[in-house]
């Protein structure tokens, strides 16, 4: 099916609150343990620009002419000091429905062409040592290990690594 991407709306809130809670029992893809509702994540939302640090909503199109969505992308400032202004944590998120099937390889390609243009060098991603395939995906596009935070997180009293993966766009 096909695939296409464009900036997330407020009302596309409640579709990605519902991706992501789905995503928190396979205890992979995010820290929180509990579903999150749509008002705790409007500031969350409001907070990223579409200029500088937008969400993308990623919307498939069956035969019939029906779109859905697949799943989203966010750009986020890096430890929040303007030092680290032209660097952005990229977070992706996949409907289960949607899964292996190219989405997150869709917007990871999306998030590199289009960072220069939002004035990023470097884009990074945070992801659970456990988290093979979000490992892989990112490491066939160029990131590379430039971190590890060992059993920083307990999921289901199970201590997790984070690993902190990297790509430097400028220069390239």
Do not use: K
């Amino acid at each position: 099916m096909p695939l296409s991407c464009r900036p997330a709306l407020p009302a596309d809130l409640p579709a990605i609150v519902d991706i992501y809670n789905a995503s928190i029992p396979g205890r992979l893809a995010t820290a929180d343990t509990e579903p999150v509702s749509v008002a705790s994540r409007e500031a969350w939302f409001a907070a990223h620009q579409p200029q500088r640090r937008p969400v993308w909503l990623c919307e498939e199109t069956d035969g019939a002419g029906r779109i859905s969505v697949a799943g989203w992308l966010s750009f986020s400032d890096f430890y929040g000091r303007p030092a680290y202004g032209r660097t952005a944590e990229l977070s992706i998120y996949v409907a289960a429905a949607a899964q292996r099937q190219g989405v997150g390889r869709f917007l990871l390609e999306a998030a590199i062409v289009a960072a220069p243009g939002l004035q990023i060098d470097t884009l990074l991603g945070f992801i659970f040592g456990h988290n093979q395939p979000s490992l892989n995906l990112f490491a066939q596009y160029g990131f590379v290990r430039w971190g590890e935070l060992p059993r920083v997180a307990v999921l289901d009293g199970i201590e997790r690594d984070l690993v902190i993966v990297g790509r430097r766009l400028a220069g390239e």
